[in-house]
């Protein structure tokens, strides 16, 4: 299976900072990869599908880059409610895998 | 817009089935060509899939888990289903449902393993 792996695996910046996530598979998914964010005791809630493309209702702060086997979730000035855990999840290949997360914290 | 709730026992003992139902609301489980998922997260820890299911009622398990998952689908009830058998504490979890790779999310149930 294709393991994904995210780094940092905890990032401490401040609201109104750029926050920059890696994710990175052990082959490529080409596209096929998704962003996700969780907030303790919430289900996931989908940001970005194939690489680049924003879910309905996510604010454009938000944005996805890469293909292949680098990918990159950048949040351009981070709010107080975007401290959270973020998953990337690839689906080029079953079984679809995450990543182990990074937390943003403050 | 579509929503996904999860439901069924909170505890479960070691050896036996979970069973779990998961109820769409908001528009027809059969509407469009979508898959339905399930997916696990242990405390603390990350998410992995279990497994989906097709309004066709075709299946795909996690390699990991396919010797003990069963995902079935009924579209009269708006439903869809996993058991998981043979459980042991490591099966210990919060359980969501999804409609295909996570958009959106059920809010999820946890499952306890223990005698």
């Known amino acids: 299976e294709i393991v994904l792996t995210q780094s940092p695996a905890t990032l401490s910046l401040s609201p109104g900072e750029r926050a920059t996530l890696s994710c990175r598979a052990s082959q490529s998914v080409s596209s096929y990869l998704a962003w996700y964010q969780q907030k303790p005791g919430q289900a996931p809630r989908l940001l970005i599908s194939d690489a680049s493309d924003r879910a309905t209702g996510i604010p454009a702060r938000f944005s996805g880059s890469g293909s292949g086997t680098d990918f990159t979730l950048t949040i351009s000035s981070l709010e107080p409610e975007d401290f959270a855990v973020y998953y990337c999840?690839?689906?080029?290949?079953?079984?679809?895998?995450f990543g182990q997360g990074t937390k943003v914290e403050i | 817009q579509v929503q996904l709730q999860e439901s069924g026992p909170g505890l479960v003992k070691p050896s036996q089935t979970l069973s779990l139902t998961c109820t769409v609301s908001g528009d027809s489980i059969s509407s469009g060509s979508y898959y339905w998922s399930w997916f696990r997260q242990p405390a603390g820890k990350g998410l992995e899939l279990i497994g989906r299911v097709y309004t066709s009622g075709r299946t795909n398990y996690n390699p990991s888990l396919k010797s003990r998952v069963t995902i079935s689908v009924d579209t009269s009830k708006n439903q869809f289903a996993l058991k998981l058998s043979s459980v042991t504490a490591a099966d210990t979890a919060v359980y969501y449902c999804?409609?295909?790779?996570?958009?959106?999310w059920g809010q999820g149930t946890l499952v306890t393993v223990s005698s």
């Open positions: 999804a409609r295909e790779i996570g958009d959106p």
């Open positions: 999840q690839q689906r080029s290949s079953w079984p679809l895998t």
